[in-house]
């Protein structure tokens, strides 16, 4: 996916057109929200070199934002994604547009930073269902057997999930793997709870959608085969996981 491939990308679903701020660098186009004016897409020419790649040749980059931080761990260890050039590298993506990175993917990245970007009304109203990996401790509750009697449970709230999305519970030691696909069917119920390790200020109602054996998706494997090396709270998951975990 290259520059032109970007703009039309962008003009065609988000409706907004490519600013260029500076003058000194002409080659350096920014895109924001209509509303609250925040950028969601820098694209700009950077030598190689500067990206820590071979050569000194000028090559285009679109920056993006990514909140999830351990899903930009992820994504920073595939082919063209790197740590932001000349932005925060905590936040930010630098993504190749000369190939390296198939457009489908780049195309989901400019959603992803419209997404993080966006004011918190227009979030709500587009936001698409999201899935995530969430951790259960059955030190805490037990989990093993929540399901028994009934398919829909009332969970701890995780930040950013809404209702629609799903949940992979990944029940910790001595499990230690994802063993239920849920969906959110309510959340934002009030509760009031606090432990020497747990506060919990509001539910979630989830309903259980597929039980997975405890010896598939284990951390050993989330950590070799997906780059997951904790999880320790609410986290997007890579679409390599997200398949396997849908067959």
């Known amino acids: 996916m290259n520059r ?4 039309d990308y962008i003009k065609e679903k988000y409706k907004v057109s490519p600013e260029y701020p500076w003058r000194k660098y002409d080659g350096s186009a920014v ?20 990206l820590g790649l071979s050569g000194s040749d000028y090559v285009d980059v679109i920056n993006l934002k990514a909140d999830d931080i ?3 761990d992820i994504l ?15 936040h930010w993506l630098s993504v ?3 190939g390296s990175v198939p457009e489908e993917k780049v195309r989901e990245l400019i959603d992803m930073s419209f997404m993080a970007t966006a004011s918190a009304k227009k979030k709500e109203k587009i936001r698409p269902p999201k899935e995530w990996i969430i951790p259960a401790n059955p ?8 399901f028994d009697e009934t398919d829909v449970i009332d969970w701890k709230q995780g930040a950013g999930i809404k209702k629609g999305d799903t949940v992979f519970m990944y ?11 849920c969906l959110v069917i309510e959340t934002g119920i009030p509760y009031e709870f606090e432990h020497k390790y747990i506060t919990i200020k509001a539910l979630m109602k989830i309903r259980l959608q597929k039980r997975y054996s405890p010896d ?9 085969e997906y780059g997951i090396y904790a999880v320790r709270g609410p986290r997007g998951i890579p679409n390599s996981l997200s398949e396997a975990l849908r067959k």
């Open 171 to 181: 029940v910790g030691a001595p499990v230690s793997a994802v063993m239920y696909k």
């Open 70 to 72: 351990f899903f930009r």
């Open 76 to 90: 920073i260890q595939e082919d063209g994604i790197m740590p932001a050039y000349h932005m925060n590298k905590l």
């Open 31 to 50: 895109f924001r929200h209509t509303d609250n004016k925040k950028w969601f897409a820098l694209v700009m020419d950077v030598q190689r070199d500067r």
């Open 139 to 146: 030190k805490y509750y037990d989990i093993i057997h929540a």
């Open 216 to 224: 598939k998706f284990t951390f050993e494997v989330l950590q070799s």
């Open 96 to 98: 190749l547009l000369d």
């Open 4 to 7: 032109q491939a970007v703009f």
